[in-house]
């Protein structure tokens, strides 16, 4: 079946500093979705992505969609503490709704 | 918009016994689904709900889990006897048609 793929499991990092992550899909996606989650919260939609190579901004964060749509990224510019959660990446492949989630990346931020 | 209401938020149980957990979904949306979140890990698939139809239950342990929609609405997910690896939060998300989804808080569960 279709597997996700996410790394770094755990990124620390001083508060200033980028962030990224990094999602693999084994098979072809029709869209992939990045989700995040605070401590002892439920996963929150950010943004989905569709085509390839679409690249998407919000404030501080950037989201890549690889040109072949089996990877991506999220990449966040000059952490702040608000920013501390873990962040999943979930792939579509195929005509029904069904999402593979990753592993996520904890991102834990010194002040 | 109201959120997905999940019951209960924590329950604790012995091995062998049964659990139910109940999800309400926001109005109008059509699918919904449970996931299953083991600590550090993202949330897997157990059962997808189009209305009150079962959508893909592929990775439902179906010997020991059982989940219901019944008009459509609301949604119950059992577990009947619990094994101590089913500890974890239990996640009901929906959706409405091409919306992303949206969670509720999750009940977590620990079996002793």
């Known amino acids: 079946g279709q597997q996700v793929m996410q790394i770094p499991q755990y990124q620390h990092v001083q508060e200033g500093e980028d962030f990224t992550t990094y999602c693999n899909s084994s098979t072809t996606l029709s869209n992939i979705q990045w989700y995040k989650q605070r401590p002892g919260g439920h996963p929150v939609f950010l943004i989905q992505l569709v085509k390839s190579g679409e690249v998407k901004k919000q404030k501080r964060l950037t989201f890549q969609f690889g040109e072949a749509k089996k990877n991506s990224s999220l990449h966040i510019t000059a952490t702040q503490t608000t920013d501390v959660g873990t962040y999943f990446c979930?792939?579509?492949?195929?005509?029904?709704?069904?999402?593979?989630f990753g592993k996520g990346t904890l991102l834990t931020v010194n002040p | 918009e109201a959120g997905v209401a999940q019951s209960p938020r924590y329950k604790i149980i012995e091995k062998r016994q049964s659990v139910a957990f109940w999800c309400n979904p926001i109005?109008?949306?059509?699918?919904l689904y449970w996931y299953q979140q083991i600590l550090g890990q993202g949330p897997k698939l157990l059962i997808q709900f189009q209305n009150n139809g079962v959508v893909d239950d592929s990775q439902l342990p179906k010997d020991r889990f059982s989940a219901e929609r019944l008009k459509g609405v609301d949604s119950t997910l059992k577990i009947q006897p619990a094994k101590l690896e089913d500890s974890a939060v239990y996640l009901c998300?929906?959706?409405?048609?091409?919306?992303?989804?949206?969670f509720g808080n999750g009940t977590r569960l620990t079996v002793t």
């Open positions: 979930a792939g579509r492949a195929g005509s029904n709704y069904k999402l593979t």
């Open positions: 998300a929906t959706r409405s048609y091409n919306s992303p989804l949206h």
């Open positions: 109005s109008g949306h059509a699918t």
